[in-house]
Every structure is written in C-alpha cells, then in structure tokens.
C-alpha cells in the first residue's frame, strides 16, 4: 500500500470560490448596458423589490430591481416589452447563478414608447377621463391665471407678453421642470396644488391654468404622458388649458385637458379676449344703446300725446263718478240706522248674559265648594292618619319578630363556622411539614443529580480543563495554539502555562519485512 500522491493545489471553499467569481465578474465588466426582452415580470415582490429576466433568441439574463430605485423608475417593467437596462452585472451565491442589478430602465426604440402611450391611452380612456362631457368651459375674462411651465424657458416669456399685449391680468407662475424623470411628479403637483388654494390662502386661487412647454422629441415630453400627470389634469376643478410642444406634439394630457392649444402662444390668445376689440365693441354697443333709446323715447312721447286726445278734459272725465258718488252717499243713512239697531239688540242680549255669569256668583259658588271640601278633608285626614299607626304598629311586630330569628340564626352559622376553623388549623400543620419535607428530598435529590454530573467530578476522575486568559474553555488544538496563556484547572487547583508549537513528526516505520510498526515520538501536550 503506497501514499497517494500529494497536490500542491489549494483547496477552497464553496464560498471562498463563490465569492471569488462574484469579485471577478463584478470587476470585469462593472456598470453595463443591456438590451432585452421582459419575461417573467409579475408586478413586485412583497418587499417591493422587482424580479424578472431579460432574454433574446439566445440566451436569458436574471434581473433585479431594488425596492428604492423601483419607486423612482419613469417607466414601470411590463410583460414582453423590449427595454433598455443599464445596472452592475453580479452574481447570487446562493444559487450559483449571475444576474444584474438594474439601476435604470427604457424602453428600446421610438416604437416601444408609441406602444406604451398608446396602450396607457386605452387605458385612461376606459376610465374615463378622457370624456367630451367632463370638459369644462374656459372663462370669457379671467381675473387671475395659473401657469405650469419652466421659469427659465421662453415660453413663460412668450405667454406673459402674449397676455400684456392683448388683456393685463395677474399671472401665477408655479416653476416645474418640464423634462427630466421627475417632471411628471412635479407637474401633476403644481396642477393639484391650484386646486388646493382657498380663500384663506395668501395666493389667489387662479380662475384658468396653462400648462405649457415648448416642443421637442417624444423621450422629452415624455413626462406628460405620466399617468399621474393626466389623472390631475381630469381631475382638475378650475379649467385647463394643454399647450406642450407644438401644432403637431400630442401628449396624453392633451386628451385630457379641457381644451389644447397648439402652442404656448395660441394658450394665451385663448385664455384672455383683446382688450381693444373689447372696447370698440362696447363702444359700438353702446352706441347702438343710445340710438335705440332715443327711438323708444320719441315713440312713448307720441303714444301719450295720443292718449290725451283721446281722454279729453278732466272735469268732463269726473262727472260720471261725482253720480256714482251722490247715489251711494243717499243710500248710506237708511242702512247705518238699521245696522245700530241690530247692534244694540245683540248688545241687550249679552248684557242678560253677562249678568248671570257676574264674577260676585262665580265667587260665591267657589267659596262654598271651598267650604265643603275643607270639612272632608279634615275628616278623610283623621282616618287616614288611624290608619297609618295601625298599619305601623303591626309592621313593627312583625320586625321584632324577624329580626331575633335572624340574629339567632346567625350565632348557630357562626359557631359552626368557628369549629369547622379550628378543625382545619390542626389539619393544617401536619400537611404543613409533610410538604416541606417532600421539597427537602427533591433538592437533596437534585444537589446528588448535580454533583454526579458537573465537571468538578470529571476533574476528581484525573482530567484538566483548559481555558484563555478570559476564562472560557478551549475545546481543540487550534483554538488552543491561538492564545499565548492558558490556565489548566485540575481537581485540586489552577495552573498557568504558556503554549509551545508542538507539531509532531513523521511516524518512523519498524519491524520485520512482513509487518510495519510505526513508531510516533512523544509530542507536546497541545
């Protein structure tokens, strides 16, 4: 039997070689761009980490998305998109396969973005927001308008020049940014916040808001095809004015603004009426105004001058009614003599009336009522008072009664309770000592249990424990040899010792040429 040849390769550990890999992979190719196809994308992990893979005709690539950066992503993963993920390239031990860790996403092309906005179009439509009935109309002369645009830009300069030239009005500028991951966030924000103004607010609530930015490819104004940003848009109380990119940029928030405008420009022709215009066609009206009054005074006047003639004199006009008048005054005296005469027939009757029904009979009759209730009361009194001290003696009798034979019946309970006690006071004392006496054999058993089996014993039997300079036991060579005092602890005392290296050599081989005996010197105790 011969030894079997020794390598000089090292030998590693799963994890060493793990780690190893993940180090080369990671320094090798770093932060990478890789375009690819969604598969297996089921919305995020309950710990709002996403998973999936990217794959092509060829190959497939694990993909993680951590819980921070998917919060902030423009563009959610969806099912069978083509996209663009820029990450580090990594790999996960725990299941021997590399993956990358996505720090940015896009999607592939101008294609794909077309088939998104057009599939959120559908969407929003289905919901929708983006019905003709829940349009607003603008205001004819807004006192104060909102505008959503870049304060750096040239089109907030173009919409305030454009409003100056033709209606000054109190503009409210909320700056945004109009391009970028978070101009969606911001614009939605300001839209909501206009909203939000109240009369209690230092700021005037706006009576119209322009949401603008001039033109620029689709991955530019992107933003406003968040959904977020269309859903404040819809939502929107004041109306809403859509003016992002020019005549031929549309964006969903064009859908659903109350009105688009093709440009910035054509925003604010649309939001303010010209002030000129406005005064010459008050000017005209009012011309109009006075030509048809001047009419309508001139034909009242000839009207009356026709009813005049038409009336005649006015003593002529009051003959009639003066008759009128001497008739009646005629047949007046008659009627007011009869109408007295009936009126002191009533009077005599109600006089009899009241005669009979005078307040001195009313008086009398009550007094004698008064009287005669007076001298039954007195008497129903004296009854009722013999009544009550009969019924009272008789209640205390039956007290009296009742309470000795309640108090009796108490004395028995309680001298039975007191002799049960006593009983139970003698019961209680040897129980008492039995159970006291139980618990002093079960510790006694227990100390026997726990001498039979601590280390002390062990040491009694010829062993040593070892321990570092801190007290805790050395269970193995290696453990020993890392520290440079021990402590040997033995049955009868302690003993502080210093290590030494104590390999062992070889075995030396011995005996006869049929049989081996190895012989292995005496080593060092560790």
Known sequence: MTDAPISNTPDYSVSELSGAVKRRIEDEFGHVR???????????????????ALKDDGAKLDAVVWKGVFGRM????????????????????GSSKYQIVIESLEPAGIGALMALVEERRKKLTAEGLFDVGRKQLLPFMPAVIGVVTSPTGAVIRDILHRIADRFPCHVIVWPVRVQGESSGEEVAAAINGFNALT???????PDLIIVARGGGSLEDLWGFNDEIVVRAAANSDIPLISAVGHETDWTLIDHAADVRAPTPTAAAEMAVPVRLELIGSCQALGGRLASVVARARERWRNDFKGLVRVLGQGEALLNVPRQRLDRAGGNLQPRFQQFISTRNVALGRMGQRLSRTSPQIQLATAVGDLKG???RLRSGAAQTSRERAQKLSAINGLLQ???????????RELAIDSKRLSQLGLRMLPALLKAVERRK???????????????EQVLARGYALVRDDAGHPMRNLEQARAHSRLE???????LKVTPADGSAPKPKKAGSAGTEKIVAPQGSLF
């Not at 423009?74 to 031990?93: C, D, N, Q």
């Open 441 to 455: 054999h079960s510790l006694e058993a227990l100390e026997k249990l726990r001498s039979s089996l601590g280390y």
């Open 74 to 93: 423009r563009f959610r993963p969806e099912e069978g998109m083509e996209v663009i993920a820029t990450g580090k390239l990594t790999t996960f031990p």
């Open 401 to 411: 009664s009742g309470f000795s034979g309640f108090f009796r019946g108490q004395r």
């Open 34 to 52: 890789v375009r690819g196809e969604i598969s297996g994308y089921r919305g995020p992990h309950s710990s709002g980490h996403a998973y999936f």
């Open 488 to 494: 040997i602890q033995f049955s009868d005392g302690r």
């Open 199 to 205: 009369l209690r607010d230092n700021i005037a609530r």
């Open 373 to 375: 209730l007076a001298s």
